[in-house]
């Protein structure tokens, strides 16, 4: 059971480069939640679907999309890279009224 | 959701129980208390969760007051693996996913050989 994957685990991008992150999870769960983190710093939430079709942003949601392709994947997308997103990102998912959260590997994501 | 308030770090010795407070004076009736740990570069790892009764589970125990304005994580037999920033955090009962956790800055746990 892989759970909650993602990738790539790491990228480095120029300046004004785009990238998408990929995540899929394999437990049939309905929510999906994009987070990242600076170093030394907590989670913060960027965006999350309650279910397939559905996204809403989250605490930190300028300057990236994110698509629900199906009830399994959950991609984010830098259009523009800065060196302010430079960060790790955590894609996670649980399923409606549960509460445990689920969490991937992380993406590590250098912007230069 | 309530606010929580955890100390930045705590220390604590191989073999001994390791307890970690988490204030949320603020929690309502129908909010329960999560516990999530993040051991150094992996994703955060849910633990165990509780509303007023006291919880175990074969990670931990939760021990909540009987006002619920405060709560302490227990690691029975803390290891070197139990080294981990540990977070505390309230969320409605009534939940249907669509609003996601919001994580503090939790407690910075150090086990020490």
């Known amino acids: 059971n892989a759970g909650v994957t993602q990738t790539p685990k790491f990228q480095v991008l120029k300046t004004g480069q785009s990238m998408t992150l990929q995540c899929a999870q394999d437990m049939n769960h309905n929510s999906m939640y994009w987070y990242r983190q600076d170093p030394g710093m907590g989670l913060r939430l960027i965006y999350y679907s309650a279910s397939e079709g559905t996204t809403d942003k989250g605490e930190v949601p300028n300057g990236y999309n994110v698509s629900r392709l199906n009830k399994r994947e959950f991609s984010l997308r830098l259009e523009s890279a800065a060196p302010s997103q430079t960060s790790v990102y955590f894609c996670?998912?649980?399923?409606?009224?549960?509460?445990?959260?689920?969490f991937g590997e992380g993406s590590w994501l250098t912007v230069v | 959701d309530a606010k929580t308030t955890q100390p930045p770090s705590m220390d604590c010795a191989e073999g001994r129980a390791a307890n970690l407070p988490c204030n949320h004076s603020?929690?309502?009736?129908?909010?329960?208390v999560y516990w999530y740990r993040q051991i150094h570069s992996q994703g955060p790892q849910y633990i165990i969760h509780g509303l007023k009764n006291n919880e175990t589970n074969e990670m931990a125990s939760l021990i909540i007051t009987e006002d619920r304005k405060s709560s302490t994580l227990i690691l029975p037999h803390a290891t070197l693996r139990d080294t981990a920033v540990y977070y505390c955090i309230v969320r409605p009962i009534m939940d249907t996913g669509r609003r996601a956790l919001t994580f503090g800055s939790g407690t910075r746990l150090q086990v020490q050989p």
């Open positions: 996670a998912s649980s399923e409606a009224r549960r509460f445990s959260i689920y």
């Open positions: 603020t929690i309502s009736g129908n909010e329960y």
